[in-house]
């Protein structure tokens, strides 16, 4: 997400002295950088004629890793564990893989189904906890050599 504020100032055009403060908070996807979203909203602001100064925060960068061994050994694991074949998506949500995805050439989240996520009582199956250390001994196995494990 992009938010307008953060202490590095992008000044377009000089601010107007009877000011207004608006807050925004825009989504940025994988392929879109704050610096292209900052100067598309300062030409839209100046195209129409708008004294602004535009202060940016930005939580993270958006991300998307590409397909490799650490996908591979987790859609394996899965599919071993459980017996499903896990579906690569993007839509759980924000990912907190993105405060790492800058060090990190790939970065994965996996968790058991859970309907009630972030939800009063949030609650998975019982048997949920086991099956995912289950999943992640079997993506080191693949991933590390046998003497490691």
């Not at 938010?3 to 908070?25: I, M, S, T, V, Y």
């Not at 896990?86 to 050439?105: K, M, N, Q, V, Y």
Request: hydrophobic share 40%; aromatic share 4%; with cysteine.
């Amino acid at each position: 997400m992009a938010g307008l504020e953060h202490p590095r100032r992008h000044r377009c055009r000089q601010r107007h002295p009877r000011q207004r403060r608006h807050r925004l908070q825009l989504p940025l996807r994988h392929r879109q950088y704050p610096e292209q979203l900052q100067a598309r909203m300062c030409a839209l602001l100046d195209r129409h004629g708008l004294d602004h100064e535009l202060v940016w925060t930005l939580g993270a960068r958006p991300f998307l890793t590409g397909r490799g061994a650490l996908i591979d050994a987790s859609l394996l694991a899965i599919r071993s564990v459980t017996g499903h074949q896990a579906e690569l998506s993007t839509s759980g949500g924000t990912s907190d893989g993105r405060f790492i995805a800058e060090i990190c050439p790939q970065v994965i989240e996996i968790g058991p189904v859970n309907a009630s996520i972030h939800k009063v009582d949030e609650c998975v199956d019982e048997a949920a906890p086991a099956q995912l250390a289950a999943i992640y001994r079997h993506i080191l196995e693949q991933l590390l050599p046998a003497a490691d494990v």
